[in-house]
C-alpha cells in the first residue's frame, strides 16, 4: 500500500524538488534560453522604434510574438517566472548552507583518521633521532596553526596527532557571492522604482529648469515623487563638435563632442561645466547625459502684413553620418491657413547625378535648407499630444516640391523666399551673420539632447556587484583542506611522522601542499636532540597539558 | 614601408608561420598513433594481450595514483604519468612549439605597431579585437603550458587562431580611424582587454572538453573491449584528469568574464546613462556568464560532473565565438562599430 503524503507532505516534496542543486541547474540553463530571444526580436524597453518598424515589417507575425510578450522578453511573465523561481532555489539552498557554515566556524578540526595511508597526498618522513612525539607534535600544530591552519590535538591509541583544517573563507565567499546576487535582484527590482530617467533636446543658447513640465518625455518609477526634483537650471552654452579632416580614411568621422553649460543650483551661483559623451555631469541629484545632437535651424516665417508669425530654432533629426537631416515647421496662426513645412538640411551640401541633395560631410561648410510647404489641418486643435518631430499630412495640401509642379523651397543662411499662394515669407536665419562670406561654420545652432537620470540603487548595485566578485575569487580559489600529522612511535625506538590531507571541494594542489608541510615540518625539528634520557622525562612534562584528549577549537 | 604596412605585413607572417605549425602539431598527432600502435604490438609480444590490457592499466593507474607517495609538486609529472601510452617528445612537436612561439612573436609585434599607428591601444574595432584576442589566445595557451604540459593542443590553439585571424584580415580589416567619442574611455581600455583575457582562457577550456569528450568514448569502447580510432588519445592524458584542467581553466575564465560584465556595466552608465539596457551584446554577454554559471554548478550536481559538463563548456565557447563573430556584424544594438 503506498504512503499518502498529504499537503504538507507534497509542499516538503516540491520544496525539496525546486532546491535541488538539479533543479538549480536546470532553471539556470532554461535562463539563458529564456534570455536568447530578447536579442532577435527588438525590444520596447532598449529599441521602441525597431518594435514599431517590426510591426510595420512583420503585420501579421509581429501581433502574434507580442502576445506571447516577446517585444517585453525580459520584464515578461515566463522570464520573470524562471529567474524568481531560480532565486526561490538559491535562497533554499543557502540558507541551510549558511547555518552549517556558521557551524562548522565553531566547530573542531575532527579526529585523525586512524589510517592516513588512505587519503590524499600520504607521505611520511622519520623523524631525527630522539625527537618527543609530543614534541614533534607540538611543533607541527605551532607550523599549521602559522599557515592559517585550525588546529585540535589527538591522543588516541598510542600516537598522538595534530588534526587541522583551514579555507573557511571559500564556503563564506561562496555564501557571500550568492547573498549578493540576491542583493542585485532586490535593489534592481524594488530600488529601481525610486528613480527617474528624462529626456530633454536643448539648442544653444536654451536654457532648462529640472522641472516635470520642461522635460520632453520623462519616465518615473513606480515610487518616484516628482516634488523631490531639485529645480537648479541647466544651460546649453555651446556644442563644440570636432570632426576628422585630415585621416583620408576617416574623413567626417566624429572626433569629439562637448557640450559647454552652465549649471545653476537653486539658490547659487552658476557654475560652467562640461557634458562629454563618456563624460556625464552630475548635479542636483541626477546626472546628466550626452546622448545625441544635430542641428537646429533658425526659422522665421513672416506674414504678408509683415509681422513674424513663427520665429525659432528648430531641431533638426539626423539621418546619416554626414547629418542630413529632417524636421518639421508648425505654424498654426497667423497666416492665411495652417502651414506645415517638412524640411531637409544639409550642413555641406551636393548634388547627386541624380539631381538629388545629399550631404557630403557632418560640419558646417556648405549648408542648405529644403523646405515643402503644406496647408490645411495640423490637427493641433483636438487637444491629442503630436509629436514635434512628425507632420501628418493626412487633412494637408502640398504646395512645393514632390508632384505639384512648384519647385521646393531652397535656402542659403540668411536668405529668405516667398511662400506659395502669397502666404508670406520664410527666413532661414544666419546665426552669425557677422562672419566672413565664406566662413558658415557657426551659421547654424546646433543642439543637444540630454538623459536626465536619477538612481538611488546605483551604488548599491556596484557595492553588491564587487561582493559577487570577492565571494567569487575567494568562493573558487581559497583551497578548502584538512591536513593530518600524526607520531607514530616504531619498534625500532625510531619516530615515524605521518602526514596526509583531504580536500573539500576542489583542491589541485593538495599534495604538493602536505608534501610541503612535511618537509618544513621536518626542518622545524632540531637536528641534534637532547640526550635521550633526560630528554624523555624533560619532554613529557613539557609537552603534557598540550596534548589534552579532546581539545578546544582555536580560531586562526 | 610605413609603420602600418609593417604592421600587415607582420600579420600575414604571423599567420604563415601558424600554418606551418599547425602541420608540425599534425604530423605529431600522427606520430603518437603511430607509438600508441608500437607500444600495443609491444605488450602483444611480452604478454600476449591486446588493447584490454592496456584499458585495464589505464583505469587501475587512475584508481591508484592517489595512494602513490608523491612529492612532485608539478602538475606536468603527474598528467604524463595519468596517460595510458607514455609519449614526451618528437622533434614535430618541438618544430611545431618553436614555430608557435616564432608566431606569436610577429603576431605581438603587428598587434603593438598597429597599436603604434593608431596612436591608442589595438582593440577598437573588430580588426583590432580579432589581432588582441587571438593573441591572447595564444598567450594564455603558452603560460598555461610552462605549468602542465598541454601541447597536445596545438593543432587546435594555432587552428582556432589561423582562421579567427584569415577572417579578420579579409573581412574586418579597416584602416586606422581615431576613436568615436562613444569609445574614448579608460574603460575600453580595461573591459575590452579583460573581455579578450578571458576569451583566451575560454577558448582553452573549450579544447581540454572537447579532448576530454573524445577521451571518455575513448575509455568507454576500451572498458568493452571494443576497437578504438583516434589511436594517439592513448598518449593523452585521462578523461577525469583532463576535465579537472578544463574545470581550472574555466573557472578562471569565469571570474574574468564577470568582471568583463561588471566593468562594461558601469562603462555603459558613463557612456549610455543606464548600467544594464538588455542591449543584445549585453544579452548575449549575460548568456554566456549564466551557461558558464550552469558549467561550474554541474561539476557539483549529480549526473552531471563528466561529459555533460564538458558539453556545458562547449556550448558556452560556441555563444562567446557568436557574441564576438555574429552579435557584432549582424545585430542591431549599441556594440556597433563603425565600418566594423
Excluded at chain 1, 524640411?343 to 560640419?363: I, K, N, R
Amino acid at each position: 500500500m503506498q504512503p499518502k503524503l498529504g499537503v504538507v507532505g507534497w509542499l516538503r516534496f516540491l520544496w525539496r524538488q525546486l532546491t535541488s542543486m538539479r533543479t538549480a541547474l536546470f532553471l539556470l540553463l532554461l535562463l539563458a534560453i529564456a534570455a536568447v530571444p530578447g536579442s532577435l526580436v527588438p525590444q520596447r524597453s532598449s529599441d521602441p522604434n525597431g518594435v514599431t518598424q517590426y510591426f510595420a515589417d512583420n503585420p501579421d507575425l509581429a501581433p502574434v510574438l507580442d502576445n506571447i510578450q516577446a517585444f517585453d522578453v525580459y520584464s515578461s511573465a515566463w522570464f520573470s517566472a524562471i529567474y524568481l523561481l531560480l532565486f526561490v532555489s538559491l535562497i533554499g539552498c543557502v540558507i541551510p548552507r549558511t547555518k552549517h557554515h556558521f557551524i562548522a566556524l565553531r566547530a573542531t578540526p575532527p579526529a585523525t583518521p586512524a589510517r592516513l595511508a588512505r587519503l590524499a597526498g600520504f607521505t611520511t618522513r622519520t623523524a631525527p633521532a630522539g625527537t618527543d612525539a609530543g614534541a614533534a607534535i607540538a611543533s607541527a600544530r605551532t607550523l599549521l596553526k602559522s599557515s592559517g591552519y585550525r588546529v585540535a590535538l589527538y591522543d588516541k591509541a598510542g600516537s598522538v596527532s595534530v588534526s587541522a583544517e583551514r579555507g573557511y573563507l571559500r564556503e563564506t565567499g561562496n555564501l557571500v557571492f550568492h547573498f549578493a546576487l540576491v542583493g542585485i535582484l532586490v535593489v534592481v527590482g524594488f530600488g529601481g522604482g525610486y528613480g527617474f530617467a528624462g529626456q530633454r533636446v536643448l539648442v544653444e543658447g536654451q536654457t532648462f529648469v529640472n522641472t516635470l513640465l520642461a522635460y520632453d518625455s520623462f519616465n518615473p518609477g513606480r515610487f518616484f515623487d516628482d516634488s523631490t526634483l531639485d529645480p537648479y537650471t541647466l544651460t546649453l552654452d555651446d556644442f563644440a563638435v570636432q570632426y576628422e579632416a585630415e585621416n583620408l580614411n576617416a574623413i567626417g568621422q566624429p572626433v569629439d563632442f562637448t557640450a559647454g553649460v552652465t549649471v545653476t543650483p537653486r539658490g547659487e551661483d552658476p557654475e560652467p561645466g562640461e557634458v562629454k559623451v563618456n563624460g556625464p555631469l552630475r548635479t542636483g541629484g541626477t546626472d546628466i547625459f550626452l546622448l545625441g545632437n544635430g542641428y537646429a535651424p533658425s526659422i522665421t516665417v513672416t506674414s504678408p502684413d509683415g509681422s513674424d508669425v513663427f520665429s525659432d530654432s528648430v531641431p533638426f533629426l539626423p539621418q546619416d553620418a554626414n547629418l542630413t537631416s529632417l524636421g518639421v515647421v508648425k505654424v498654426p496662426d497667423g497666416l492665411a491657413e495652417q502651414v506645415g513645412m517638412i524640411g531637409f538640411f544639409y550642413p555641406t551640401q551636393e548634388t547627386a547625378t541624380s539631381g538629388a541633395f545629399f550631404s557630403s560631410y557632418p560640419d558646417l561648410i556648405y549648408p542648405m535648407l529644403t523646405l515643402n510647404v503644406y496647408t490645411g489641418d495640423l490637427g493641433l486643435d483636438e487637444g491629442v499630444p503630436t509629436s514635434v518631430y512628425s507632420l501628418n499630412i493626412d487633412d494637408m495640401t502640398q504646395l512645393t516640391g514632390g508632384k505639384t509642379g512648384v519647385e521646393t523651397i531652397e535656402l542659403r543662411p540668411g536668405q529668405t523666399l516667398d511662400l506659395p499662394n502669397d502666404l508670406g515669407t520664410v527666413t532661414f536665419n544666419n546665426a552669425d551673420p557677422t562672419a566672413a562670406a565664406d566662413d558658415l561654420s557657426n551659421s547654424v545652432p546646433r543642439f543637444a539632447s540630454f538623459d536626465i537620470h536619477h538612481d538611488p540603487t546605483q551604488l548599491w548595485v556596484l557595492s553588491f556587484a564587487v561582493l559577487i566578485l570577492a565571494g567569487l575569487l575567494t568562493g573558487l580559489f581559497v583551497p578548502r583542506r584538512r591536513v593530518w600529522v600524526k607520531a607514530v612511535p616504531q619498534s625500532d625506538g625510531t619516530l615515524s611522522l605521518e602526514y596526509a590531507g583531504l580536500a573539500r571541494g576542489e583542491d589541485p594542489a593538495l599534495e604538493a601542499a602536505v608534501a610541503a608541510v612535511a618537509d618544513r615540518h621536518l626542518a622545524s625539528l632540531p637536528s641534534t636532540p637532547l640526550p635521550k634520557s633526560g630528554a624523555a622525562a624533560a619532554g613529557a612534562d613539557a609537552v603534557k597539558p598540550a596534548v589534552p584528549a579532546v581539545s578546544t577549537p582555536e580560531q586562526t | 614601408m610605413n609603420l602600418n604596412d609593417l604592421s600587415i605585413m607582420s600579420l600575414y607572417s604571423a599567420m604563415a608561420v601558424y600554418a606551418l605549425a599547425f602541420i608540425a602539431f599534425a604530423i605529431d598527432l600522427a606520430k603518437r598513433s603511430a607509438a600508441v600502435d608500437a607500444a600495443a604490438v609491444q605488450t602483444a609480444d611480452t604478454h600476449g594481450q591486446g588493447a584490454a590490457s592496456v584499458a585495464a592499466s589505464a583505469s587501475s593507474s587512475a584508481g591508484g595514483s592517489g595512494a602513490s607517495t608523491l612529492t612532485m609538486n608539478r602538475l606536468s609529472a603527474r598528467i604524463n604519468n595519468d596517460a595510458t601510452t607514455p609519449y614526451s617528445h618528437s622533434a614535430s612537436l618541438r618544430v611545431g612549439m618553436s614555430l608557435t612561439v616564432l608566431a606569436w612573436a610577429l603576431h605581438l609585434f603587428a598587434t603593438v605597431t598597429r597599436g603604434i599607428v593608431a596612436d591608442r591601444v589595438p582593440w577598437a574595432n573588430m580588426y583590432e579585437f580579432a589581432m588582441t584576442g587571438t593573441l591572447l589566445i595564444v598567450a594564455v595557451y603558452l603560460v598555461v603550458l610552462i605549468r602542465v604540459d598541454l601541447r597536445f593542443l596545438g593543432t587546435f590553439v594555432t587552428g582556432l587562431v589561423l582562421v579567427l585571424l584569415g577572417v579578420a584580415a579579409v573581412s574586418f580589416y579597416v584602416e586606422v580611424a581615431p576613436l568615436p567619442p562613444a569609445l574614448q574611455s579608460a574603460w575600453l581600455v580595461i573591459h575590452v582587454f579583460v573581455a579578450s583575457l578571458g576569451t583566451g582562457f575560454f577558448a582553452l577550456g573549450f579544447a581540454l572538453s572537447f579532448v576530454q569528450l573524445l577521451q571518455f568514448r575513448r575509455e568507454s569502447l576500451l572498458a568493452d573491449t571494443r576497437p578504438v580510432r583516434l589511436r594517439f588519445l592513448a598518449t593523452l592524458p585521462s578523461a577525469a584528469t583532463l576535465e579537472n584542467l578544463a574545470y581550472r581553466v574555466n573557472i578562471i575564465g569565469f571570474i574574468l568574464w564577470t568582471f568583463t560584465l561588471m566593468a562594461g556595466s558601469v562603462w555603459a552608465e558613463q557612456a549610455w546613462g543606464r548600467y544594464w539596457g538588455w542591449d543584445t551584446k549585453e544579452v548575449w554577454t549575460f548568456i554566456i556568464w549564466v551557461i558558464y554559471a550552469g558549467y561550474i554548478h554541474a561539476r557539483a550536481t549529480r549526473g552531471w560532473r563528466g561529459s555533460r559538463s564538458a558539453w556545458l563548456s562547449l556550448i558556452g565557447f560556441a555563444a562567446v565565438l557568436f557574441n564576438f563573430g555574429i552579435v557584432n556584424v549582424f545585430f542591431k544594438g549599441l556594440h556597433a562599430y563603425s565600418g566594423l
